[in-house]
């Protein structure tokens, strides 16, 4: 069984810095690609990064690239997304999936387990 449980979520100035954690406590945790993705309410869930099984891959929504970083360890159980240079845009609810496949994927459909979201908040 996957559960995913996020945190790291919280208020920060614009500029500054985060690390959001998403732990699995299930046992295939290393045979599945992660991802992150955000949502604002009243919009639509937006790809944010992606990392395979091994980790040796990745991916970024163009809105991040060069600001965040994916990364797993899987002896943990823990996918992290560190996030640097945060904008107020950069505002919304952020959740941790999990997918059957080692590939990574920005689809959301494509992902089978979902955490409960952290909230970030950055502010101008």
């Known amino acids: 069984q996957v559960q995913l449980v996020e945190s790291g979520g919280r208020l920060v100035q614009a500029g500054g810095s985060l690390r959001l954690s998403c732990v699995d406590s299930?046992?295939?945790?290393?045979?599945?690609?992660m991802g992150w993705f955000r949502q604002v309410p009243g919009k639509e869930r937006e790809f944010v990064a992606a990392?395979?099984?091994?980790?040796?891959?990745?991916d970024y929504a163009d809105s991040v690239k060069g600001r965040f970083t994916i990364s797993r360890d899987n002896v943990e159980n823990t996918v992290y997304l560190q996030m640097n240079s945060l904008k107020p845009e950069d505002t919304s609810v952020y959740y941790c999936?999990?997918?059957?496949?080692?590939?990574?994927?920005?689809?959301?459909?494509?992902?089978?387990?979902w955490g409960q979201g952290t909230q970030v908040t950055v502010s101008s």
């Open positions: 999936a999990a997918r059957t496949y080692q590939t990574v994927t920005h689809y959301d459909q494509l992902y089978e387990f």
């Open positions: 299930g046992r295939t945790f290393s045979m599945r690609a």
């Open positions: 990392i395979s099984a091994g980790g040796g891959s990745t």
